[in-house]
């Protein structure tokens, strides 16, 4: 087949919209089109079992490691390294059917329409679906991925405790996911992730697919804030030790500081518990989460240092104490120029409108840059919904997305010397 014949292959919708419902039918939130396959449960096992059922069907080596990613790589007679594609297939509780399987099923689709094509390329592809990408169930997020590319030894990962009290290394087993093939994991010549963007940017903008150039700074904290729990009725409000007091000030300013600071700084509390959490009692501690994200290290520490400064004097105040954990740390990541150009040039080829832009959220490629030179695809995501189950993408965005996809897995294939 020639360069020409190439660049002439499309991806099969049909088989590819088949196959997103297949395993969105595994954890399906019953009345709506969502999904909840939180990591290492029965439900994210039985989307194991189907996507590693569709590996196989297509002849791919199939290898699982001791943090259970699943990596297939198809046949190729020479010692080159593959072209790597793939992302995760765990979802939230309130999780939509696209991200994540997308860029799995979608990476799966690409290399069924290479085999059947017979095309000869110069390096072997590959796809694979990373563990705990969400870490709804188990911190850090992109767990997974730290772990393949050694960012975190496997043992520490083993040991992590889950929100329900699971452990990692224990759940693996039980769910027979405990994998025997070495970590850190072996290097691809590069690697591209096709995702659904999960804002609105390509949707305001009339934009078919984003060239993503990088991802955003993460900071997640857990704040425990211990007061004095007191009859709400008897307690004068100048004698309070109100935890929830404190947590409240702290909600508030995080969002102030994200507005002062500007875009692309954002700031979000999103989970608050009290105990007792009872109507008539002031707390005697609420614990609650603060995550802060940027492009820029330097702004990022900046909102770190002003929301702890923040806190310990809204907590003295209140004469309460504070503890904080860190949960996940990451900085902003930079995507290979090469690899963003190779993207922007397939949906150009393509006859796709197509823009450059950072991602607001963490995904696997970005642990996957520390290795090799790395991309990101976007296409649209439907009022900028996910994390949620009514997220949607059009069948003509997805396919679009796809067969971008494709094309520059396939140039990257057959241009070694391109990366």
Request: with cysteine.
């Amino acid at each position: 087949m020639t360069e020409a014949d190439s660049a002439a292959l499309r991806i099969d919708m049909t088989r590819l919209g088949d196959k997103l419902a297949e395993l969105a039918s595994i954890g399906a939130i019953e009345g709506t089109e969502g999904c909840a396959r939180l990591a290492l449960t029965d439900e994210d096992r039985d989307g194991r079992n189907l996507v590693v059922t569709y590996m196989r069907d297509l002849g791919l080596d199939v290898s699982i490691d001791g943090i259970g990613n699943v990596i297939a790589v198809m046949a190729h007679d020479g010692p080159e390294a593959p072209v790597m594609t793939g992302s995760h297939i765990d979802t939230v509780r309130t999780g939509g059917r696209y991200d994540g399987n997308l860029g799995v099923l979608a990476g799966l689709e690409v290399i069924e329409t290479v085999i059947g094509s017979g095309i000869t390329l110069d390096r072997p592809l590959a796809v694979g679906f990373f563990t705990d990408e969400e870490g709804a169930r188990f911190p850090p997020d992109m767990l997974g991925s730290l772990v393949y590319v050694g960012g975190m030894a496997l043992e520490d990962a083993l040991e992590i405790e889950g929100i329900d009290g699971a452990i990692v290394g224990d759940e693996l087993t039980r769910i027979g996911y405990a994998g025997s093939a070495p970590l850190p994991g072996p290097v691809p010549h590069a690697f591209v992730e096709l995702h659904i963007e999960q804002g609105p940017v390509l949707e305001v903008e009339d934009i078919t697919i984003g060239a993503v150039t990088g991802v955003q700074g993460i900071s997640w904290q857990q704040v425990t804030i211990t007061g004095q729990s007191n009859h709400a009725g008897t307690t004068p409000m100048s004698l309070r030790r109100d935890p929830g007091f404190v947590a409240a000030a702290c909600a508030t300013f995080v969002r102030e500081l994200a507005l002062e600071l500007g875009h692309p700084q954002v700031g979000t509390v999103g989970r608050v518990e009290f105990a007792p959490n009872l109507v008539n009692v002031v707390p005697a501690s609420a614990t609650f989460t603060v995550d802060l994200r940027n492009t820029d290290e330097a702004v990022l520490v900046e909102a770190e240092q002003r929301f702890a400064a923040f806190v310990a004097k809204a907590a003295e105040a209140e004469g309460c104490t504070v503890e904080t954990e860190t949960l996940a740390r990451f900085e902003p990541v930079t995507f290979a120029p090469e690899v963003v150009d190779i993207v922007e040039s397939a949906a150009n080829d393509l006859g796709h409108s197509v823009m450059r832009l950072p991602s607001g959220a963490g995904h696997d490629a970005q642990m996957m840059a520390r290795v090799c030179p790395t991309a990101m695809v976007f296409t649209q995501s439907r009022d900028g919904l996910s994390h949620n189950a009514a997220e949607y993408t059009s069948p003509a965005d997805l396919e679009a997305g796809a067969n971008v996809l494709l094309q520059t897995m396939i140039r990257l294939s057959q241009n070694p010397a391109s990366v």
